[in-house]
């Protein structure tokens, strides 16, 4: 078994909501054994969404060094290698996948934005939880993965890694 990590980047638009939930998870469940999370958006928001924010703090996820980011904080000399990414949209609304330059192996996990959700704070927190149930069984399924046969995929480059990343 190998004692290398692989790094994962979940990327989106706005680095608020989804891809926030998701590097928390990956943190609490994938950080002890052979997984780095992080997470950055194209165009993020100043701040994680008050409700994302709530719930991790709920399902005591980490939330040190839980932030809004750039995607170039991860493309700058000195930044964390990414070894992998997991690109989080909602192709249903129109949002365009972001794309990572070096073209490392990238999976698609297409998931409805919470932060759209309107009405009530009851409705708007429903949709938050469901998109968190949804990320934890994604990322528990990743996780539990053979680690060799996904880090020999991800050392090979392959950019047809989508249904073998996607859980």
């Known amino acids: 078994m190998s004692d290398r990590s692989l790094s994962l980047l979940f990327l989106g638009n706005s680095n608020s909501s989804r891809t926030i939930l998701a590097e928390a998870l990956?943190?609490?469940?994938?950080e002890g054994g052979h997984f780095r999370a992080f997470s950055a958006g194209i165009q993020p928001e100043r701040e994680i969404h008050p409700i994302a924010l709530e719930l991790i703090q709920g399902a005591g996820l980490p939330t040190e060094g839980l932030y809004c980011k750039e995607?170039?904080?991860?493309?700058?000399?000195?930044?964390?290698?990414?070894?992998?990414?997991?690109s989080l949209h909602d192709s249903e609304v129109g949002?365009?996948?972001?794309l990572w330059p070096g073209r490392p192996p990238?999976?698609?996990?297409?998931?409805?934005?919470?932060?759209?959700?309107?009405?009530?704070?009851?409705?708007?927190?429903?949709?938050?939880?469901?998109?968190?149930?949804?990320?934890?069984?994604?990322?528990?399924?990743?996780?539990?993965?053979?680690?060799?046969?996904?880090?020999?995929?991800?050392?090979?480059?392959?950019?047809?890694?989508?249904?073998?990343l996607g859980a």
């Not at 995607?71 to 997991?86: C, K, W």
């Not at 949002?95 to 972001?98: D, G, K, M, Q, S």
């Open 106 to 164: 990238t999976a698609q996990w297409h998931i409805a934005n919470p932060a759209r959700v309107g009405g009530s704070r009851v409705e708007q927190l429903a949709a938050f939880k469901r998109v968190l149930r949804h990320l934890e069984n994604r990322v528990r399924l990743l996780i539990c993965l053979r680690f060799e046969a996904l880090e020999r995929l991800i050392l090979r480059g392959e950019n047809s890694a989508s249904d073998k």
């Open 26 to 30: 990956l943190r609490r469940y994938g």
């Open 71 to 86: 995607l170039g904080e991860f493309t700058r000399l000195g930044a964390p290698r990414i070894d992998g990414i997991i």
């Open 95 to 98: 949002e365009i996948c972001p």
